[in-house]
């Protein structure tokens, strides 16, 4: 994976891989779960973790799209296991964040998605392209892939 932590965030990298072990590979959909759940945190002014912090994923709970409920678990500490996530099967991509009043929520920008859609959901992918494909993500500029709302 040394190749892939060129031209991305070094800390976003580490949680990549911290998520990929995890989860059991690395891929586009996980790496947008842990840019989804640092956006988060960063947003409400949480460093590392809060135990108050709840989130609710949307999206399909069907893999790729589920990936990312990884991705999200490994970036906020809030997981299924410690009831700190919520998730609802929706058509969209998002996370919504609650910390005591405080709520956001972080989406992917549906526009962007249609665009690279082709290439994130084709089928007999190599691992080697899938990982091209998650550093593809990883440096996809913040504002062209999420929309943050309720700000
Ligand atoms: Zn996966």
Same mark, same amino acid.
């Given at each position: 994976?040394?190749?892939?932590?060129?031209?991305?965030?070094?800390?976003?990298?580490?949680?990549?891989?911290?998520?990929?072990?995890?989860?059991?590979?690395?891929?586009?959909?996980?790496?947008?779960?842990?840019?989804?759940?640092?956006?988060?945190?960063?947003?409400?002014?949480?460093?590392?973790?809060?135990?108050? *912090?709840?989130?609710?994923?949307?999206? $399909?709970?069907?893999?790729? !799209?589920?990936?990312?409920? +990884?991705?999200?678990? %490994? /970036?906020?500490?809030?997981?299924?296991?410690?009831?700190? *996530?919520?998730?609802?099967?929706?058509? $969209?991509?998002?996370?919504? !964040?609650?910390?005591?009043? +405080?709520?956001?929520? %972080? /989406?992917?920008?549906?526009?962007?998605?249609?665009?690279?859609?082709?290439?994130?959901?084709?089928?007999?992918?190599?691992?080697?392209?899938?990982?091209?494909?998650?550093?593809?993500?990883?440096?996809?500029?913040?504002?062209?892939?999420?929309?943050?709302?309720?700000?």
């Amino acid at each position: 994976m040394a190749t892939l932590e060129r031209n991305v965030d070094t800390e976003l990298m580490s949680i990549v891989e911290r998520a990929a072990e995890f989860h059991g590979h690395l891929g586009p959909f996980l790496v947008i779960g842990v840019r989804i759940g640092l956006i988060g945190l960063r947003e409400l002014k949480i460093k590392k973790k809060n135990e108050n *912090l709840r989130v609710t994923a949307m999206l $399909r709970n069907s893999v790729p !799209f589920s990936c990312i409920i +990884d991705g999200i678990q %490994v /970036a906020t500490k809030c997981t299924i296991g410690n009831q700190k *996530l919520k998730l609802i099967d929706s058509p $969209r991509i998002a996370a919504e !964040f609650e910390l005591h009043r +405080d709520k956001l929520t %972080v /989406a992917v920008n549906p526009a962007t998605f249609n665009r690279l859609k082709g290439s994130l959901l084709s089928k007999n992918v190599s691992t080697e392209e899938t990982e091209k494909l998650a550093l593809m993500v990883a440096s996809t500029p913040e504002e062209e892939l999420f929309i943050i709302e309720n700000k």
